[in-house]
T-cell receptor
């Protein structure tokens, strides 16, 4: 199993540009989530999904959209990039129980100029 | 306010020595507490997960303790190795239904030869 994969690994955007961060998992996990990690802060939840076709907002959803058309994929879309969205983004998945351990991808380092 | 506080922020120890990292939380209602290890440039990887009724959980040289009365947890690393150099993140899951994880900012551990 590849686990959780994310692409790209690095990305530089200009303010106002849009892009999609890709996330895929091959473990047949129901739960998937997106976090951002900023220096000196804990990971913060952006959006999550409890199964195909079901998504919900996390702690910091503004400026981001998600969709979950399949169990495997959970892309994160930045609608109009802002410098405040410069961060490292992690995708995670976990089995269908709320208390299960999350498996994280390797992250995408995004810089918005 | 639901928070997870970790101390120290960073720590330097010599190879072979033991160390203890602290985690205090004010998250309620409590479901479980997890410790993750995050190597530089990688996603977090689970070390231990403890529920309300568990006081101690070990994973090799890593031993986590939980005192649910004082809302404190610790991660003890025995006979440290250079590969233990990483950030250690404490995460508490709220039992509200839905997806409510609270991440600490982490402790950065440096193990020197």
């Amino acid at each position: 199993n590849a686990g959780v994969t994310q692409t790209p690994k690095f990305q530089v955007l200009k303010t106002g540009q849009s892009m999609t961060l890709q996330c895929a998992q091959d473990m047949n996990h129901e739960y998937m989530s997106w976090y951002r990690q900023d220096p000196g802060m804990g990971l913060r939840l952006i959006h999550y999904s409890v199964g195909a076709g079901i998504t919900d907002q996390g702690e910091v959803p503004n400026g981001y959209n998600v969709s979950r058309s399949t169990t495997e994929d959970f892309p994160l879309r930045l609608l109009s990039a802002a410098p405040s969205q410069t961060s490292v983004y992690f995708c995670a998945s976990s089995p269908d129980r709320l208390g299960d351990t999350q498996y994280f991808g390797p992250g995408t380092r995004l810089t918005v100029l | 306010k639901n928070q997870v506080e970790q101390s120290p922020q960073s720590l330097i120890i010599l190879e072979g020595k033991n160390c203890t990292l602290q985690c205090n939380y004010t998250v309620s209602p409590f479901s479980n507490l997890r410790w993750y290890k995050q190597d530089t440039g990688r996603g977090p990887v689970s070390l231990t997960i403890m529920t309300f009724s568990e006081n101690t959980k070990s994973n090799g040289r890593y031993t986590a303790t939980l005192d649910a009365d004082t809302k404190q947890s610790s991660l003890h690393i025995t006979a440290s190795q250079l590969s233990d150099s990483a950030s250690y993140i404490c995460v508490v899951l709220r039992n509200t239904g839905g997806f409510k994880t609270i991440f600490g900012a982490g402790t950065r551990l440096f193990v020197k030869a």
